[in-house]
């Protein structure tokens, strides 16, 4: 039985096919989809942006955590019980 190979899509920068010229910093819901769920900026392996667009993304969003827009970091939420008993 031959095996399924999967052939990678290339990624393409939706910015430069929008034409976009200015990151908004203030877009957090733009800038949300380039953030993990724990608040840290995803790659450009994962994105697919080119460079330039991936270096105003990353600004925009540190623009808008200084601004308080989007979160530093969030919590972690575990489902883990604590072994230790401590009371």
């Known amino acids: 039985m031959a095996e399924y190979v999967r052939q990678q899509r290339k990624k393409y920068c ?8 200015f990151i908004d910093y203030k877009d957090v819901a733009l800038l949300r989809k380039y953030m993990t769920d724990r608040g840290k900026i995803k790659p450009r ?5 080119c460079t330039q667009h991936q270096h ?10 200084e601004m308080a827009l989007v979160p530093y970091a969030l919590p972690v939420v575990s489902g883990r019980i604590d072994r230790r008993n401590r009371s």
Do not use: E, P, S
Request: glycine content about 4%.
């Open 14 to 21: 939706q910015f430069c096919k929008d034409d976009v010229k």
């Open 45 to 49: 392996r994962v994105t697919g942006t």
């Open 56 to 65: 105003d993304i990353a600004n925009a969003i540190k623009r808008a955590r």
